[in-house]
């Protein structure tokens, strides 16, 4: 089982941008599906976007049209562009395997604030 690391997190104005990366300590190629998830404060995770080994890709109604999940399998990494940000984009952001999630990581925070 690979150990997944979230990083690219910070504070953004609304409408801005931001990459974020997930890290596979080994080889993602056997992952099927990989996702990136959001936690906000006082909610359950809630799934965002979802790659398949093929690249196709799925959004949430919610940030459709602003984010794009992508995936590296030489780099062993997942990526999520997040743009035109809102506030309500504020949460927790993790990467996991879709069929066989592991725990939850440390995430990394992504804070959209004027």
């Known amino acids: 089982q690979v150990r997944l690391v979230e990083s690219g997190g910070g504070l953004v104005q609304p409408g801005g941008s931001l990459r974020l990366s997930c890290a596979a300590s080994?080889?993602?190629?056997?992952?099927?599906?990989m996702g990136w998830y959001r936690q906000a404060p006082g909610k359950q995770h809630e799934l965002v976007a979802a790659i398949n080994s093929g690249g196709g890709t799925n959004y949430a109604d919610s940030v459709k049209g602003r984010f794009t999940i992508s995936r590296d399998n030489a780099k062993n990494t997942v990526y999520l562009q997040m743009n035109s940000l809102k506030p309500e984009d504020t949460a927790v952001y993790y990467c996991n395997d879709y069929f066989n999630p592991q725990g939850w990581g440390q995430g990394t925070q992504v804070t959209v604030s004027s």
């Open positions: 080994g080889s993602i190629l056997s992952i099927n599906i």
